[in-house]
C-alpha cells in the first residue's frame, strides 16, 4: 500500500518514472528541415514534418521560430497537404514555397502572408514543378519542370500511349521510367502568373541560383547526352529572358554540384563577382572521393579548388562579408559546420562534439542557426550566437523517455585496420537478470554513408526490448577519408563483411552479449550486406533484409545504375566474373541457414525488389524459414506512417521468434 501510494503521488506531482521508447512512439516523433532566415533577421522559418495517421501519410507545414523571445508558431496548419521549402520575399511580407494543394494534386509555387491568411498560388505550370528559386526583387521565379514526354491519352480512351525510351539513364527513383520528358529552366512572372521555358535540350537541368543583382542564373547541368552519361555535371550561367544562351562555368572533367547525389544549389558571393560549389573527385571514383570545394571567379574565369579536406563537404554559402564560405563537412561519426577562409582555404569549425548537424541558415548581421541532432535527440533548430541556443525542439517529450545508452566503439578488424562504430545497451531493467542480452547488428546503406550521433528510432525500440545494438561502420564508409571508402571499390561484401564480423567478436569478447542469439540487419546496401553476411557468419541466427541484392547480373538495367555499374565495375560482358563474385550470397544460398526476412518497397527503382524477391525465392527453394513483404506505393525511402512503423514491428517479432534460444550467463 505505501509502494501504491508513494506511485500514485509521483504520478500526481508529475514525477512518474521514465518510460521506454515504444513501437507507437514512433509515431509521435516530428522532422524539422530546411531552415531559412526572414529578411531582417527578427526569426527563422522552417518546414516540420509530422505523421497522419488518419490518411497514413507524412505531412508538412511551415512554422516560425523567433530569434529572440517567444514559442515557435505555425504559419500554415494544413492537414491532409504539405508545404516545403519557404522563401521569404525580399519585402518581409510574404513567404514563398512548394505544395501538392493544387486542384489537379500537382506541386505547384505558393506563398502566404506572413501575418497569416489564405495561401495563393503563384504557379500553373502543366505536370507541376520540382524546384525553384525567387529573384532578388521578388518579381520573378526560376522554376524547374519537366517538358516533352508522351502526352496523355484522348479523352475517353483507357488505355495508356507507350512510353518511348532512349536515354541510358531511363530509370530514377521517385520518378519512374523516364521517357523523353526532360527537366528545363523556367522562368515565372509573378505578377501576370506566365512562365517561359529558358533552356533546352536533351539533358535536365538542377537547383536554379539568382545572382544578387537578379541579372543572371546559376544552374546546375550537363553540355551534352556524353557528359550526361558519364556525370560529367557542370556550373552554367544564363540571362533570365527568352532567347538567352547558357554559358558553362565549371570546366573540370568531373561532376560538380553533382545532381544525382546531394542536389546543391551553386553559391553567389555577397558582390555577385564568384560562384562556390563542390566538386566529386574523378568520374571512375563516383561517390567514393569526398567532395571538395570550387569557386570560380568570374570575371576572369579561373576556377581553383580552396580548403581540400580529405572529407566530405556539403551545402556551401558564402558568409554575408564574403570573406568566408560556410558549409556542412563530415567527420568521423559526426557532421560539423564549417567556415572556409574564401582566400587562404583555412577551416574553422561552428560546431563541434557527438552531434550531426543536417541544416544550417544565414541571416543578417552574421546570424547564424543549424539543425543539430545527437544519439537521444532527433534535428532541433539552434541558434549559434557565442552559445548554442534551443530555438525549436519538435520531440520535447522524449525528455521524459527512458532512452537506452549509445556509445561509440573501437575496434581492430581481422587485418589490424581500426574500425569504428556506435554500440546501443539496454537499460538493466530491460534484460532478466544474470543474462547477456541477444545482439542486433545494424548495417547502414550507401555503401559510402556512415552511422552518426543521431537519433535512431528502431535502435532504440530494439534496446527497450531488452537487444544489444551493435552499428559499424566498416570500410567503404564516409567520415574517414577516400582511402577508407574507397577499400571496398568494386570489392563488396569482402573487407566490409569482415569488418563488421570483427564487430561481433569485440562485442562478444567484451561480455556485451549473448553469442548465441545474434540477428543481423539493414536497408539497401546495408540489406545487401547483410544477405553476405548470412552466408558467410555462421553464427547469425536471424536476418531482416531490407531493399537488398545479390545477384548483381539479375539487376543490371532493372534498377537506376546502369553508369555506376559500368564505371565501377565494368560492363557484364566485360567483366561477367565481377558480377558473378559480387553474388556470392545468391549463388552461395545453400550456405545460408539463418531465418531470414526480406522487405522490399514496391516501387522502388534504386533497389527494386528483384533482389529481395530472388534471395526470398531461393531460400523458400531450400526450405529455410523466410518471409518476403513488399510494402506496395512506396519508393526507397519509405515514407508511410504505417510500413514505417511496420518495418520496425515486424523486424522486431522477427529477432524475438527465431532469437529466443537459452541465454548465456551475464558474468565473464
Not at 149 to 167: K, N, Y
Not at 503 to 530: C, E, K, M, N
Request: aromatic share 10%.
Amino acid at each position: 500500500m505505501r509502494l501504491f501510494v508513494t506511485a500514485t503521488a509521483a504520478l500526481l506531482l508529475g514525477n512518474a518514472p521514465p518510460q521506454p521508447f515504444t513501437i507507437g512512439d514512433v509515431d509521435q516523433l516530428a522532422d524539422i528541415s530546411e531552415p531559412v532566415f526572414l529578411g531582417d533577421g527578427s526569426a527563422v522559418v522552417y518546414v516540420l514534418t509530422t505523421r497522419n495517421l488518419t490518411i497514413d501519410a507524412k505531412v508538412s507545414d511551415l512554422w516560425l521560430a523567433p530569434w529572440g523571445h517567444g514559442e515557435p508558431r505555425p504559419l500554415t496548419r494544413t492537414a491532409t497537404i504539405s508545404e516545403w521549402q519557404p522563401t521569404p520575399s525580399p519585402d518581409g511580407r510574404r513567404v514563398f514555397f512548394l505544395s501538392d494543394a493544387a486542384e489537379d494534386e500537382t506541386v505547384q509555387l505558393w506563398s502566404i502572408a506572413l501575418r497569416g491568411g489564405k495561401a495563393r498560388q503563384e504557379s500553373r505550370v502543366p505536370g507541376g514543378i520540382s524546384d525553384y528559386a525567387l529573384s532578388p526583387d521578388g518579381t520573378r521565379a526560376a522554376l524547374i519542370a519537366e517538358v516533352g514526354g508522351t502526352q496523355p491519352p484522348a479523352e475517353g480512351l483507357r488505355s495508356q500511349p507507350p512510353l518511348v525510351i532512349d536515354r541510358l539513364g531511363f530509370k530514377e527513383d521517385g520518378r519512374g521510367l523516364i521517357d523523353g520528358r526532360v527537366a528545363q529552366l523556367m522562368l515565372l512572372d509573378l505578377v501576370s502568373g506566365k512562365a517561359a521555358q529558358l533552356t533546352h535540350g536533351t539533358t535536365d537541368t538542377y537547383t536554379p541560383s539568382w545572382s544578387p543583382d537578379g541579372t543572371r542564373i546559376a544552374y546546375v547541368g550537363y553540355r551534352d547526352e556524353a557528359a550526361d552519361r558519364a556525370r560529367n555535371s557542370d556550373i552554367f550561367l544564363i540571362e533570365p529572358r527568352a532567347g538567352a544562351q547558357p554559358r558553362a562555368i565549371s570546366a573540370s572533367p568531373n561532376a560538380d554540384n553533382d545532381p544525382s547525389g546531394t542536389p546543391m544549389r551553386p553559391a553567389w558571393s555577397p558582390d555577385g563577382q564568384q560562384l562556390a560549389w563542390v566538386t566529386m573527385g574523378e568520374t571512375r571514383w563516383i561517390y567514393y572521393a569526398p567532395h571538395q570545394l570550387s569557386v570560380a571567379d568570374l570575371g576572369d574565369g579561373t576556377v581553383r579548388e580552396i580548403g581540400r579536406i580529405d572529407r566530405f563537404t556539403y551545402y556551401p554559402r558564402w558568409s554575408e562579408d564574403g570573406r568566408g564560405i560556410l558549409a556542412l563537412v563530415e567527420q568521423d561519426r559526426d557532421t560539423w559546420l564549417a567556415r572556409f577562409d574564401a582566400e587562404t582555404g583555412s577551416v574553422s569549425y561552428k560546431t563541434d562534439g557527438a552531434a550531426f548537424v543536417s541544416a544550417f541558415a544565414l541571416g543578417p548581421d552574421g546570424k547564424l542557426a543549424a539543425l543539430e541532432a545527437d544519439n537521444n535527440h532527433p534535428a532541433r533548430l539552434f541558434a549559434l550566437d557565442g552559445n548554442s541556443r534551443l530555438l525549436a525542439d519538435p520531440n520535447p517529450w522524449l525528455e521524459d523517455k527512458a532512452l537506452a545508452d549509445t556509445r561509440d566503439i573501437s575496434f581492430p578488424s581481422s587485418d589490424g585496420t581500426e574500425i569504428h562504430g556506435l554500440l546501443v545497451t539496454p537499460r538493466a531493467g530491460n534484460v532478466p537478470e544474470g543474462t547477456r542480452p541477444p545482439l542486433l547488428v545494424r548495417v547502414h546503406g550507401g555503401p559510402v554513408y556512415q552511422y552518426s550521433h543521431e537519433f535512431m528510432e528502431d535502435w532504440q525500440v530494439f534496446a527497450a526490448h531488452g537487444y544489444a545494438v551493435l552499428a559499424v561502420n566498416p570500410r567503404g564508409s564516409s567520415g574517414r577519408g577516400f582511402d577508407f571508402s574507397r577499400a571496398i571499390y568494386a570489392d563488396w561484401g569482402n573487407k566490409d563483411v569482415a569488418d563488421v564480423r570483427a564487430g561481433i567478436d569485440w562485442v562478444l569478447a567484451q561480455g556485451l552479449a549473448d553469442p548465441h542469439r545474434i540477428g543481423v540487419g539493414g536497408w539497401s546496401y546495408g540489406g545487401f550486406l547483410t544477405n553476405y553476411l548470412i552466408a558467410s557468419e555462421p553464427r547469425i541466427g536471424a536476418a531482416v533484409s531490407g531493399a537488398g541484392a545479390s545477384n548483381m547480373l539479375g539487376l543490371w538495367g532493372v534498377d537506376q545504375y546502369l553508369r555506376e555499374y559500368e564505371q565501377e565495375l565494368g560492363a557484364p560482358w566485360d567483366k561477367p566474373e565481377t558480377y558473378a563474385r559480387l553474388s556470392y550470397p545468391f549463388l552461395q544460398a545453400s550456405r545460408i541457414t539463418a531465418p531470414t526476412l526480406f522487405l522490399c518497397a514496391g516501387d522502388d527503382l534504386n533497389v527494386p525488389c528483384a533482389g529481395s524477391e530472388q534471395m526470398y525465392a531461393a531460400l523458400r527453394s531450400r526450405g529455410v524459414p523466410t518471409r518476403l513483404v513488399v510494402y506496395p506505393g512506396e519508393n526507397h525511402g519509405l515514407t508511410a506512417p504505417s510500413h514505417l512503423r511496420d518495418r520496425i514491428e515486424r523486424s522486431l517479432d522477427w529477432y524475438d521468434r527465431h532469437l529466443t534460444g537459452a541465454s548465456s550467463p551475464a558474468s565473464p
